[in-house]
């Protein structure tokens, strides 16, 4: 009896011995992970700059400053601090126990240095389209494909090799994570890989906001443009998402009104009047600054200030700047609740957009609208005041192929450019030639 006794008294201890086993070697797996993606990416990294972009400075008949910017971004710049990142894991990785490596404080010395893969995300569509573009040409096409031959590159696309920057940061966080997992709460390196874990799930949030944002504006310009007798500062100088819109009745003394659409952007209001017989043309009427904007809720019944003229479903919006007060109404009760919401949307976004340093340059606003011009000019199309055209969202490319191909290095580089090229067919000219002399025959 005291022997079964002493048996269950050592079987809890061996469970957690077990335990503490399986929570190693899962550590040690999701260290080793780490390590072995973060060299494969930096071999990415070194392909890119080394296969693709120096030959392609090699070449400026065919690439221009621009052009090379616009397809690889600041990709050297992240190939830069990759390295460098690189190496302090190294530094920290232990590999007699990798389990024991305390690698959670590389990712927060170089917190605010993950910021650079902002700029290539946000900039990666119009990578994307400037690469498409260019491999409809068949010179671009076989010139790309010789480079990878060139550098001994796996059977990846170009368009594949760009993408990487993009997944690599968005799964750091998933990483982190599993790590923290299995990061017991008395290890050493506990506090870190928390704190890492937060830090990079923010990273890649501002990231896909900035992005989200970047498409909102050029949505955004595209509406500016077809509104008619626009006046003022692009709605972009100084907003950059859509928060509400609708129909609203605007109050005046003598209880007249006026039915506008009204657009409630971050930091302004905008509303504009529809043509009388064309009900999807808008014209522009005005803006309201919401930056300095008090809102009133307005009880149903007379308004002391409109001289007693009866309200329903009404708030009031007044700028302690111009002195300048909006009386608006809704149609329902539930309208005015959404537009009630929306106004406190707009001051909670542009709060997170102090707080998380939201930013988009000049230059991308200004580009947004004279992008939306010349698509206007290209083909005008008819936009309804209730809502903005959807955007064509950026689709993942499909798995990559991991076949290696391989080049002699005794084959000079002219001659793999050379077999880049496909085998040339014969002239429609030639072949009818030929083909008529066989059949004289």
């Not at 569509?125 to 010789?146: G, N, T, W």
């Not at 309208?335 to 919401?341: G, P, Y």
Request: net charge positive; proline share 3%; hydrophobic share 35%.
């Amino acid at each position: 009896m005291e022997m079964a006794l002493d048996q269950e008294a050592v079987l809890p201890r061996d469970k957690r011995a077990q335990s503490m086993e399986h929570r190693e070697q899962m550590r040690t797996n999701v260290v080793r992970e780490i390590m072995s993606t973060e060299r494969d990416y930096i071999k990415h990294l070194r392909d890119i700059c080394d296969g693709y972009i120096r030959q392609c400075r090699k070449h400026p008949s065919m690439f221009t400053d621009l052009q090379l910017r616009t397809i690889f971004s600041n990709i050297e710049e992240i190939y830069k601090f990759q390295r460098k990142f690189l190496k302090d894991l190294e530094r920290k990785y232990n590999k007699e126990e990798p389990h024991l490596s305390e690698i959670g404080s590389c990712f927060l010395q170089q917190d605010d240095g993950f910021s650079i893969y902002s700029e290539y995300c946000n900039t990666h569509p119009a990578a994307c389209a400037e690469l498409q573009r260019l491999m409809k040409l068949s010179r671009y096409k076989h010139f790309f494909e010789a480079c990878r031959l060139l550098q001994q590159m796996i059977d990846i696309s170009l368009a594949g090799f760009l993408l990487t920057p993009v997944q690599k940061i968005c799964k750091y966080p998933l990483q982190l994570g599993e790590l923290l997992k299995y990061t017991p709460k008395d290890h050493s390196d506990h506090r870190c890989v928390s704190d890492a874990y937060e830090a990079m799930k923010n990273v890649a949030s501002l990231i896909n906001e900035r992005k989200r944002r970047l498409e909102s504006i050029d949505t955004i310009a595209q509406w500016q443009v077809s509104i008619l007798r626009w006046e003022g500062e692009d709605v972009l100088a100084r907003s950059s998402e859509l928060i509400h819109s609708g129909e609203l009745l605007r109050v005046v003394r003598q209880g007249k009104s006026q039915q506008r659409s009204f657009f409630l952007f971050d930091h302004q209001l905008v509303f504009c009047k529809k043509d009388v017989l064309r009900r999807d043309l808008l014209y522009y009427r005005g803006r309201l600054d919401m930056d300095d904007a008090e809102l009133q809720d307005l009880p149903d019944g007379r308004d002391a200030e409109l001289g007693g003229v009866s309200l329903r479903n009404a708030f009031r919006l007044s700028n302690g700047q111009s002195g300048e007060a909006w009386t608006l109404c809704c149609r329902k009760a539930e309208d005015k609740q959404h537009w009630m919401e929306a106004f406190a949307r707009e001051r909670k976004r542009v709060q997170e957009d102090m707080e998380m340093g939201m930013e988009i340059s000049q230059e991308q606003r200004s580009q947004a609208i004279v992008n939306a011009q010349k698509a206007k000019q290209g083909k005008i199309k008819s936009m309804g005041y209730s809502g903005l055209p959807v955007t064509t969202q950026f689709q993942p490319l499909h798995p990559l192929h991991q076949r290696h191909v391989t080049v002699p290095t005794s084959v000079p580089e002219q001659q793999v450019f050379a077999l880049a090229e496909p085998k040339r067919k014969p002239s429609h000219l030639w072949y009818s030639l030929t083909r008529h002399a066989l059949f004289r025959k």
